[in-house]
């Protein structure tokens, strides 16, 4: 009888132990699944919206680039279409990702909207309609709110033509020392297209509710979240069945204003994997300390190889985000043979991807001073280094103009040198036309069109310097003062033609009869100036002027 007993009471003993097992382990085991299944959850949520805050800041670096920038500054002034149509044509706002463009000036007077039409019969809508612009003009003081110390994701507002993502930037000239002219705003509507690098780049399937009446067809709770209070939960999570978890995230402005909801989700399989984990928990007590020990040991190691796993996917993910959009090379820091390049080196220079890992970047990289193009020294790319004007040189021999960041790291023990290359070829060739137009226009502005003597402007141009000359070698000057007598006659007798060429004979042999340092001037009609600096006294200019 005492034997079994103590069976009785062992039996007794080992059910209540059993019990117990049972209850701790559903509360605290399946308790910490669900936990790190909320984990698991809110970082899916988190790599979506890092994906969504990257997309839009490149924004934030284009409308810097061009509003710190003098042929911003100088367009708020002289409004030249040809600034608009070499900076916003639809191939250069389809490439920045931009659809909206608006700027104004010191006043808050509208200079200048675009809008992308892709639909369009010319792809971009100038000026914008008014819809559009009626908007940002009455959201303005939030624009200028946002401007150097907001969130991509705070930077939003509705319009009519959907949800638009926006960064402004006062005008400045280049360097930004210099007092704001007005303010240029950069947009892109958050639309399919937006979403579809969201999802490429997450790997994650993603959803936005952009209307206060599209979030009312979600579930009630998330609903809830629209109209709730700033500071309180902006997540929902919503199981979908037994396998898929939906996460919902709620983004606000600066104001605190609800503008969208955002939805991805995730598997249940760490939940299931608690489930299977519970039950193998309820072995035999001879069997539990074993079977605990070997599961945890399993589920450490796994959760430490699934922790690697996405720590190595996070840095190949943030360094794929934020270098995406420019050129990028990865260089060992030693021998400076390129050892990565992103899919935009391969397009920018037009090298396979394996042609690229065969150079280094001294091949690559030179300087143009003055015309004499040389390779890059080392020590200027051997330590941090930030948009260094250098030139690149590509698959078909060109060299393309480009700014230069280098940054070390350190992969794997191994020192590296990233850098990241910004084609400004567009804006130098830009540069360039403008030098030639504005020595075009001192030519044109300084002669005369018909003979091609010093006008008037030129004569005033010039005369300081002969003046200054005579001066200085205390030589004399002559002043010739020549019409052609009758010249009126002339054009009324045989036409305005013939006292044209009359003129352009003058013009020539006046011209040939001066020394090449003397200044011949048609002041206008048939009025000429010649200032001849080689004279001695007033009888050498009196034979200047029987010579002429």
Known sequence: MRRVGLVLLVAAVGA???GLQNIASRKVVMGSFRQLERNAANHSLDQVLNAFEADLGQLAV?????????????????RNERFTQSNFAPESLENMGVDVVWMLDAGDREILSLRADPNGPHRVQTPADSELTDVLREELPRIRKTMGKSRPLQRLLQTPHGLLAFAAHDVLATGGRSEPRGILLFGRFVDESVLARLRQTSQLPVELYATARSVQRLPPPVAEMWSAAQGTTQRVLRPTDEQNLDIYGLLRDLEGAPVAVIQT?????????????LSALMLPISAVIVLVAMGVAWLLLRMERAWRAQAASERRYRAVITQAQDTMLLADATDRKILEANPAATTT???LEGQLLEKTVDELFVVNDGGTVRPVQP????ASMSDLALQVRCQDGRLLDVEVSASPLSVDGREVISFVLRD????KAAERALVDNQQRLTQVAHHDALTGLLNRMGLQNRLPDVIEQAQRTRRPVAFLYLDIDHFKKINDLHGHGC???LLQMVADRLRGSVAASDLVVRMGADEFVVIATGVRDANAAGSVLGQT
Do not use: C, K, M, P
């Not at 989700?265 to 984990?277: A, I, N, S, V």
């Not at 020590?379 to 051997?382: G, I």
């Open 349 to 351: 220079l037009g090298f």
């Open 265 to 277: 989700h995730t598997d249940r399989t760490l939940l299931d994997f608690g489930q299977q984990t």
């Open 424 to 427: 400004v070829s567009a804006r």
């Open 16 to 18: 209540g132990i059993l």
């Open 62 to 78: 284009s409308v810097r680039d061009y509003a710190r920038w003098d042929d911003a500054y100088a367009f708020v002034v002289n």
């Open 499 to 501: 006292g044209d060429r």
């Open 379 to 382: 020590e200027l790319y051997a």
